[in-house]
Every structure is written in C-alpha cells, then in structure tokens.
Nanobody
C-alpha cells in the first residue's frame, strides 16, 4: 500500500500561483510514476500532469502546458505541482496518484493509489 497526502491548496486570485505537494509513505517512492489529476464540480476527473520514476519524463495536459510544472524529490518521497498564471477554470479538487505502468500514464486507470485531494479555488 502507498498512502498519499496532498497539501498546498487554497484560494488565489486569477493570475496567481500555488504549489501543491503530495507526500507518499508505505512503499519505495521511486518505484512509482506520479500523476496529478483534478475534478471540478459536475465534471469528470481529468489528467493534469505526470512524471516518471526518475523524473526524466514529464507529460502535461494541453490546458496547463506552459503554466504548470510537475517535479519530484525522491529523497523526500514528494511530488510537486507548481501552478502559475492560474485561471478560474483551474478551480477543482486536485489529486495526486501513484502508478507502476511501464509507460508514463495520462489516464486514471494507469494509477493504483490516490490521495484524498486538495481544493484549489481561483477567483476572477
């Protein structure tokens, strides 16, 4: 089992920045690809970004490319999501997830373990 705990969400004005963190425990963090997903009210959960085990590869949704940056610190068992130039459409609950697929995944079924989520609200 892997336990994931997100933090760093909050309320920010449009154009502002937030950094989300997700700390893992229970298994060797560096064995897992890590991903961030989000779910807005009334919408399906959607992919945001992912990063490979060694951080060599990253993958972003088109909607966040150039504004969000995913990174990880395997020594701290933590993955980050730096979010800049935030828009009201970025408002959602953000979830981190851990997976062991060979390829770096961008769909929910590629991930086995999920955190409880952290709320991000962007005001206009």
């Amino acid at each position: 089992q892997v336990q994931l705990v997100e933090s760093g969400g909050g309320l920010v004005q449009a154009g502002g920045s937030l950094r989300l963190s997700c700390t893992a425990s229970g298994r060797t963090f560096s064995n897992y690809n890590m991903g961030w997903f989000r779910q807005a009210p009334g919408k399906e959960r959607e992919f945001v970004a992912s990063i490979s085990r060694s951080a060599i590869s990253t993958y972003y949704a088109d909607s966040v490319k150039g504004r969000f940056t995913i990174s990880r610190d395997n020594a701290k068992s933590t993955v980050y999501l730096q979010m800049n130039s935030l828009k009201p459409d970025d408002t959602a609950v953000y979830y981190c997830a851990a997976g062991t697929t060979y390829r770096l995944g961008n769909v929910a079924r590629d991930y086995t373990y999920w955190g409880q989520g952290t709320q991000v609200t962007v005001s206009s």
